[in-house]
T-cell receptor
Framework: DAKTTQPTSMDCAEGRAANLPCNHSTISGNEYVYWYRQIHSQGPQYIIHGLKNNETNEMASLIITEDRKSSTLILPHATLRDTAVYYC????????????????FGTGTLLAVQP | SAVISQKPSRDICQRGTSLTIQCQVDSQVTMMFWYRQQPGQSLTLIAT?????????ESGFVIDKFPISRPNLTFSTLTVSNMSPEDSSIYLCSARGQGDGTEAFFGQGTRLTVV
């Protein structure tokens, strides 16, 4: 399994960019990096995913380093409603390197957006 | 995207009884999963619900305790059997298409309290 490491918590001022780091140093070449968030008392919400190239959608940007060992999720203008636990996930592979369809969640980063 | 509905949204149950949680997806999906989220913790994968066959359970979870059904591509149930207070958790259903780069969607969860 490719493991991910994230800071336990982060603060961000409202209106500023929130940059959430994730280390995945054992990632395999065909494994995607996924980001989800969970707002209190809700189910996880998909944000973005990527393989090698940087990705951007209406919610966030994903920056993946060239060696793919780490990535950063960027929320360009954080609002109070972005306060949530953010999970960086690398999909599980089998013993022989084949992809599975399971998403295994780590402990995530609690992002607190401050007014 | 897919919309996932779970029933019930919450319940309070007596120890020793069983509760069946239903998960309905608004479109045909290949993969369905059940997760547990204990208070203050991250999500733990219980099992993959396989259509027309027995579910695939993760380490630490067994069919006798968490029987799962998936009679078709859009519906699954999870039963929490012979409940004890330690089973008090949020149970979440997830669905996704098969293949690399597909995102997973989650229900809002079922909040179970065992007294």
């Amino acid at each position: 399994d490719a493991k991910t490491t994230q800071p336990t918590s982060m603060d961000c001022a409202e209106g500023r960019a929130a940059n959430l780091p994730c280390n995945h140093s054992t990632i395999s070449g065909n494994e995607y990096v996924y980001w989800y968030r969970q707002i209190h008392s809700q189910g996880p919400q998909y944000i973005i995913h990527g393989l090698k190239n940087n990705e951007t959608n209406e919610m966030a940007s994903l920056i993946i380093t060239e060696d793919r060992k780490s990535s950063t999720l960027i929320l360009p203008h954080a609002t109070l409603r972005d306060t949530a636990v953010y999970y960086c996930i690398v999909r599980v592979t089998t013993r022989y390197g084949g992809a599975t369809n399971k998403l295994i969640f780590g402990t995530g980063t609690l992002l607190a957006v401050q007014p | 995207s897919a919309v996932i509905s779970q029933k019930p949204s919450r319940d309070i149950c007596q120890r020793g009884t069983s509760l069946t949680i239903q998960c309905q997806v608004d479109s045909q999906v290949t993969m369905m999963f059940w997760y547990r989220q204990q208070p203050g913790q991250s999500l733990t994968l219980i099992a993959t619900a396989n259509q027309g066959s027995e579910a695939t359970y993760e380490s630490g979870f067994v069919i006798d305790k968490f029987p799962i059904s998936r009679p078709n591509l859009t519906f699954s149930t999870l039963t929490v059997s012979n409940m004890s207070p330690e089973d008090s958790s949020i149970y979440l259903c997830s669905a996704r298409g098969q293949g690399d780069g597909t995102e997973a969607f989650f229900g809002q969860g079922t909040r179970l309290t065992v007294v």
